[in-house]
């Protein structure tokens, strides 16, 4: 069963990427469909080999930050760039080189919130990531 939802789950967001890939063509400009295409290459690349998957991530950062030129207070988008960041952490092979995509992961996320303050997704994820820089700032302190 968990099996057939995963398989139905990368249907769906691959057939998402493609619609929103065919959308662009008709208007490039559109911020909704931008963070939509963005979306579904991050949930499709947790599926992927680490280089595959890095090159979906960066393609979906590429869209997100192309969404946010149209509009910049897209709390959607803010939101989403966080995601991203993110999942570069887990991609990275020291806490060096993840540190800077967990700050900026918290920058994101507390823009999301300066939009939108009552969201309690993005209040939560600007919770969690900012426990993980302060751990990561304890360690480096007192270590």
């Known amino acids: 069963m968990e099996v057939s939802n ?6 769906f967001f691959d057939q998402a990427r493609k619609i929103s890939e ?10 909704d469909n931008l963070t939509r295409w963005a979306e579904s290459l991050l949930e499709l690349s947790q599926c992927q080999c680490p ?3 890095l090159k979906m ?4 950062i590429v869209k997100l930050e192309q969404a946010l030129s149209i509009n910049p207070r897209k709390h959607e988008t803010l939101w989403c760039l966080g995601n991203a960041q993110t999942s570069l952490v887990f991609l990275t092979k020291t806490e060096d080189e993840a540190r800077p995509y967990f700050k900026q992961a918290a920058k994101y996320f507390l823009q ?3 939009e939108d303050p009552t969201n ?8 969690i990531s900012s426990k993980v820089l302060w751990s990561h700032y304890f360690i480096l302190v007192y270590s």
Do not use: F, G
């Open 57 to 60: 991530i960066q393609n979906a």
């Open 112 to 114: 999301a919130v300066d």
């Open 6 to 11: 995963k398989l139905n789950r990368l249907l």
């Open 120 to 127: 309690e997704v993005y209040l939560k994820s600007l919770e």
């Open 22 to 31: 065919a959308n662009y063509t008709s208007d490039p400009n559109d911020a």
């Open 51 to 53: 280089q595959d998957s």
